[in-house]
């Protein structure tokens, strides 16, 4: 790290810059999920962008019109930016170099089975290299490898074009990505070692309409900063599922317990909701990236390596103990299939390690209903129904494995009528149990034994409903009590 990078610049609170937004020009490379909501964003704050992609048909479909993921808000600013004439498409960037200020690459950093990969950068970067003029500025986007920066960075040297290299990396969810990018937490670029700060002055500009801390940092910490935000939010979760069985053992409430926990300010509430583990494209990969590190640089990283057994575990476990006092069942219905609410993406889902641990346990036939997964490649023999109550006819046991807020509210007399059981696992902790349990229903959970559970001690009111989850109350009555075992959020 060059003397000017001993620490990061201080956080400054924006807008960046100055209160008007000034026009840049830029290239995006990778019309996938990150370059897709990139590019969107950037019209949207103002900036004149060219998103190119070699996958000719993605471009095309994306010209008519037509937007491959399904992310809220995403949609409406595409056809935004291409309506105001600062969004359009390419199939090589090429065509768009020539005028650009900057290329952005938010290219895959993981290929088809799921392994770290730096092959679709560095050809992305050779290929805009290799074009006659290339920007003074190319920011990488994509979530790389630690290290991979310092190949980049001499990737670049050896061409010996005047180009900076910058990090950028992005801190978005998949369900709220166009608002995190919008009102991010911060900004976070990488500086090649020994440059100075004020090289990502540009990027500063570029997001100058945005209030947010602007960290400037060398390019090493910008890769960590990245991978080990998300690999302690996996820690997070991962803690509040193991402080569940040690609730459920003793006889606590989690989401009491929840409550006290994140009220403080050290630890926040946020990501200690349990369920069958973390899943996705992001936390499941970094996490097992920084395991494999541990193990081949020798780091002895035992907290990291004990995340990734401890998540792979949580869906099997969960299944044993399901089945642990039942009959092996026939029939299982499982509502969500996403690796969370709000998108349809199932990669790492860990509905479907739930659903692998059921198949494995012997359950014959598994019937299922996700609000966005319309196909399961990677499972034909589930089958996939187009409610939850068809989903659920004849099951003798129903599973709710993706927080979906329509899940919250089921027709219970409805599903009493279409099932064979009465048994429900909420892997999610979302059910409205004492409805259920009118029902005839047993619900169980991470968070409960089942509704009929007697009476535990809980907090006897609390006021401050403002952070979520909120604990039950026992001073709500006798049929608003922990009796029911209800989750919910804060109004
Ligand atoms: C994650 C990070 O949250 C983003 O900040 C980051 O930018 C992104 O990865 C990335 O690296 O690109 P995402 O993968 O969209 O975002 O999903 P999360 O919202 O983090 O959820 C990950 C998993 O954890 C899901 O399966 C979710 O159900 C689970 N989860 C989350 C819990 O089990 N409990 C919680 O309290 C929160």
């Known amino acids: 790290m060059g003397n000017r990078l001993q620490s990061p610049s201080p956080p400054s609170r924006g807008p960046n810059g100055s209160a008007r937004t000034i026009q840049s020009s830029l290239v995006v490379v990778g019309a996938g999920y990150v370059g897709l909501v990139t590019s969107a964003c950037l019209a949207h704050l103002g900036h004149r962008v060219r998103l190119v992609d070699i996958d000719s048909e993605r471009i095309t479909s994306l010209r008519a019109g037509v937007t491959p993921i399904a992310e809220p808000g995403l949609d409406t600013l595409i056809h935004l930016g291409v309506k105001s004439g600062r969004l359009s498409f390419d199939d090589h960037p090429r065509v768009a170099l020539h005028s650009a200020d900057m290329v952005f690459i938010a290219v895959g950093t993981l290929d088809a089975n799921g ?13 805009v290299l290799a074009c006659e003029s290339v920007p003074p500025l190319i920011v990488i986007r994509s979530t790389v490898r630690p290290g991979t920066m310092v190949g980049l960075r001499e990737l670049v ?17 998949e369900g709220t990505a166009v608002a995190d990018f919008l009102s991010p937490t911060r900004i976070v670029v990488g500086v090649a070692s020994g440059d100075p700060p004020d090289t990502a002055d540009p990027i500063r500009r570029l997001y100058a309409a ?43 409430d989690m989401s009491t317990v929840r409550y006290g926990i994140g009220i403080d300010p050290r630890i926040g509430p946020q990501f200690l909701r349990t369920g069958p583990g973390f899943g996705g494209s992001c936390l499941p990969s970094q996490v097992e990236l920084l395991s494999a590190m541990s193990k081949e640089l020798d780091l002895g990283l035992e907290l990291i390596e004990a995340i990734v057994r401890s998540n792979r575990e949580q869906p099997r476990r969960l299944v044993r103990e399901l089945l642990a006092s039942l009959p092996t069942p026939r029939r299982v219905a499982v509502l969500g299939l996403a690796f969370k609410a709000n998108t349809d993406d199932t990669r790492e889902s860990p509905s479907l390690r739930f659903i692998d641990a059921l198949s494995d346990a012997g359950v014959g036939e598994i019937q299922a209903f996700d609000p966005q997964v319309r196909r399961l490649s990677t499972h034909p023999g589930v089958h996939l129904f187009p409610d939850a109550y068809a989903a659920a006819s004849d099951a003798d046991i129903l599973v709710i494995a993706t927080e979906w807020p329509q899940f919250r509210s089921l027709d219970w007399g409805r599903l009493a009528h279409v099932m064979c059981g009465r048994e429900v696992f909420d892997a999610r902790s979302i059910v409205a149990a004492d409805e259920a349990s009118a029902y005839g229903f047993r619900v169980r959970s991470l968070e409960r034994r089942s509704a009929q ?37 804060a109004p």
């Open 115 to 127: 392994r770290w990969t730096d092959t679709n950068v560095r050809s992305a970067l050779e290929s």
């Open 157 to 173: 040297a050896a061409t010996a074009r005047p180009v900076n290299l910058l990090l950028n990396p992005e801190f978005t969810r």
């Open 210 to 252: 945005i209030d947010a801390p602007f960290l400037v940092v060398d390019h090493s910490s910008a890769e960590l900063i990245k991978i080990g935000s998300n690999a302690f939010l996996a820690a997070k979760i991962t803690f509040a599922n193991e402080l569940a069985r040690l609730c459920l053992a003793t006889g606590a």
């Open 453 to 489: 559970r007697p009476e535990q001690p809980g907090v006897a009111a609390v006021q401050d409903r403002r952070l979520e989850p909120g604990p039950r109350s026992v001073a709500a009555g006798p049929m608003g009590s922990a009796l029911a075992g209800q989750w919910r959020p």
